[in-house]
């Protein structure tokens, strides 16, 4: 017993890990950078002088990358691959045995599916599926505005979202004022840089204060959103990435059953229609989850009881070509029949 609560509550900070395998065919390389540019974390940098990227860690994470194959996704001489496995290995975050596997691109239509391109395959699907499967996390965007009609397009498509007993509790707040977005950046981006300085640090006393707020707060402390914060860091804390529209979800805390879902059912609506009408974005959750340390930002963004952001989300007009789906892990499914 001991045991099993030893290992729940230790490795909490930079666990044992095993990470992804950067892949990269230099003969290939058109030097364009998109690669570093569209990398949510820190881990693709560019060498200048020998005009590569190379993939990196931060101190005490040995791979800063949380798998997103972003950097595949826009490569136009298909140079780049992140693959192998994130497992890890000991502790409060261990993977489950059953997520073991390498990741595969999608397969709709059976194991068999692992043998055909996806071009082919996708000529099976509906428009609903391939805007499912051809979906990137937009974080760069055109210098352009987005028209007040097109951001009530993407509204109209949340409010048709299902909610629990049609309680419909959910508010939308858009800001298109690029300075109130910088603004809630740096406010929201102190708070990421006070928990990098914890998480990054070798001292003994903030190892013992990390395992102890990860034991009252789980899942905050995973490495992976720490190698985003890096990110953050090291574009002057641009945390909405300087997109023309923010959108933030807000839940009516008293709403049926659980609001969150609701919210974030809504929320992927936006996200979804966005996409089948070339809109590129990214959800953040870096708002949500330290709003509640700066009430600088709910007095700027206007929030009052009963509402609460769920989730925000960047929009606008994607900056780079998104040229094919991307592998994810297995995930692991059960059957009662
Ligand atoms: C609830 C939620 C919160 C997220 N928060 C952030 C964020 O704060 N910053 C960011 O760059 N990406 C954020 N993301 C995007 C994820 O990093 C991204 O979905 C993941 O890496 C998979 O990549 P893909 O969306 O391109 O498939 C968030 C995603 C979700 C679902």
Known sequence: ???????????????????????????????????????????????????????????????????????????????????????????????????????????????????????????DLTQTEKIIYRRRSVRLFKDKPLSKELIHRLIEAARFAPSAGNGQPCKFLVVTNREVNRKIDQKCAKILKLINWLYAGQNRWRKILIAILSAISANKWDQRPIAAMEKIHMTNGSITFDAPAVIHVLKDKRGISHPDVDAAISAHNIILAAHSIGLGTCYIGFIASTVAFVPAVKKILKIKYPYEIVTSICVGYPKLKYNIPVPRAQVPVEWIE
Not at 55 to 65: D, N, P, Q, V
């Open 1 to 123: 017993m001991f045991h099993a609560f030893f290992d729940k509550f230790s490795f909490s900070h930079m666990p044992p890990t095993q990470f992804f395998r950067f892949e990269y065919e230099a003969d290939q390389c058109t030097h364009c950078k998109a690669c570093v540019q569209t990398c949510p974390t820190s881990c693709l940098q560019w060498n200048e002088e020998e005009k590569t990227p190379y993939a990196t860690g931060l101190s005490g994470i040995e791979l800063a990358c949380i798998g997103c194959n972003n950097c595949e996704a826009v490569c136009p001489a298909n140079c780049i691959r992140m693959r192998g496995e994130y497992k890890v290995l000991k502790g409060r975050y261990k993977t489950p045995e059953e997520k073991s596997g390498d990741m595969t691109l999608p397969c709709p239509f059976g194991q068999s599916d692992r043998n055909r391109n996806f071009e082919e395959i996708e000529k």
